[in-house]
């Protein structure tokens, strides 16, 4: 089922792919340069007619990681494009211009791991509350919030 | 002079509560925010502390309307990180329950839809016939949700084939009352007038904000999760993904009530071909790695994703709810519409019909309160009394 | 027992705070109003404003962002205000315990004021009806 789609995602990202593994015939991950994040994406989004998903923000052995979920269900194939990055401070585009139904995802990723995103439309906080301390992100590893957010009552 | 309308963020049914500000300018709506976070419990960090078996309990809570959903998307997420198989007879089980599920969930919005239009008959007589739906998930599960059925390589319990019969016989019972309520719906001039036209999400829209389940499938786009990427027994029955094209409110209402009639048929076809069997494969480890599942809940896909370092926690776990991706979709739908259908287009998504009773119209120049959401769910009702007056009815 | 007191314990009229729950508890309590379980036999009520209300159902974990309006509610409430913890979770945050998105538990952020605790993941309507006929049940002794 995904060798087509395979095939096609070789030729029409080119040199734009670092690393392209087939987990199997339903799952593909890509890895891609940060710079050419947004060209990827136009051209799995609006040339290869995928749907996009959401997207998986975590911190990693060394850095962080975004992995952008589409789905091709008329080939049923989930392909997930993936960039990292080493900085302390990560920081990658910003899908939302090309795809409006990830904006939530990349505020949600902004509040809970503090990766930013260059060029989003609305970068304020999606889902923590008024009173959570700006430089505190939960999903990054062990408990990081201990000692620096203080109880309501 | 644009009025600001805040709706939310309590309220009785509250799936995920949400605040929505519209911003009013007379009767017209000219634009909508929306603000989440009310109900954000940190369930992705738990996860990160339970062990691969406890996990399915957690992700349960997600959602108490789509408690078989999201750990059917989870367990999947394992399997296709560690490529376990799982046994035909665990595979129809996950259907039946899940299809349940969908059938009070889908119950359960239209009353609700009835609610808001001011037919509290629909609303009480759809909640009635939830009930059975809720009896046999007791009967079949142990409890009327959070089913804690789900289990990585397979299902927790078995079903007592002794109970088959008398579940059959409900789903006919339902299926009767299921057809009077299709009929009811799709026969009224008044829901016509009410909902036809109203709401309208655009294909092109739908797509640029990853809209999914009935949202999309009444814009025209017959995307089901079940049927394109086949998951649990869906591609060991038959039956039908329905869609209309009409785009508006009343195809959303559409496809809803079809679906049940389809979840019924799963239900039944899965109940007969059913054979004793393994519902276990036993796992004991999951290697390192990653893996993606996903399932389609009432409101849509579910989407998960694992990895695993080689112990016995994940190191990290996404999951993403269906009305995630809807809710945003409120704005191209609800700009440019009356307030006073506003209740009902933002209710048609399944997100969080249930806001507007806390929903109160705030003058924007004085701050002072000039509806509350009792009167504006009133001045829904009023709109449909009148247009029955209107129609002679 | 008063006059106003006893006409409380004949028409309690109750409202819903979802403080961080799953949703499934605010549906078992919608559930108690339809035809089934009928929970206006007893006189009760669904309000949509808390200054009617005689109890407050609270369900949820207190998530940080909600658990202050819980607070604010209870303040505005008119007093005696009954106030049922629905559910595991509003009773002591059940699984949701230790998150970093939780805070105080409902009885402590309102000390003194919790009168009945129904917990279940989710209580079954017959569970939510039998805790408020206790609450109302102690009122009764007053």
Known sequence: ?153 | MTTIVPIGPFHPLLEEPELFRLHVDGETVVDIEVEIGWNHRGIEKICETKTFDQVPFVVERICGICSACHPTAYVQAVEDLADIEVPERALYIRSVITELERLHSHLLWLGLAGHFLGYNTVFMWAWKYREPVLDICEELTGNRNNYAMLKVGGVRRDLDESLFPSVLERMDDLDKHLNMLVGAVTDDPVLHARLKGVGILTPEAARAYGALGPTVRASGIPIDVRRDHPYAAYDLVDWDVISVDSCDVYGRAVVRLLECLESVKIIRRCLDQMRPGEIDSGVKEIPPGEGIGHAEAPRGETFHYVRSDGTNRPIRHKARAPTYMNLPTCRATTVGESITDATIILASVDPCYSCTERMGVYDASTGQKALDGKQLIKLSQEKTRQLREEMGE | MGLKLKALTKSPWVFHVSAGSCNNCDIEILDCLCPRFDIERFGALLVGSVRHADALLVTGAMNRKSAMRVKKLYDQAPKPCLVLAIGTCACDQGIFRGSYALTTPLDELLPGAVTAYVPGCPPKPEAIISGLVKALQTLQDK
Do not use: C
């Open chain 1, 1 to 153: 089922m995904s060798e087509k789609l395979v095939h096609d995602l070789t030729a029409r990202l080119g040199a734009m792919i670092r690393e392209l593994s087939v987990k199997n015939e339903r799952r593909v991950y890509v890895e891609v340069a940060p710079d050419d994040l947004r060209q990827a994406v136009r051209v799995i989004f609006e040339e290869m007619g995928a749907r996009y998903a959401t997207a998986t923000g975590m911190q990693v052995q060394d850095g962080f990681e975004v992995l952008h979920h589409f789905v091709f269900d008329s080939q049923r194939v989930v392909v997930s494009l993936r960039v990292s990055t080493e900085s302390e401070e990560p920081e990658f585009d910003s899908i939302t211009p090309l795809i409006t139904g990830a904006e939530f995802i990349e505020r949600e990723m902004r509040d809970l791991l503090g990766i930013q995103f260059k060029g989003h439309p609305n970068p304020k906080r999606l889902i923590l509350s008024d009173d959570w301390p700006d430089d505190v992100y939960p999903l990054r590893r062990g408990r990081p919030w201990e000692g620096k957010v203080r109880k309501q009552v």
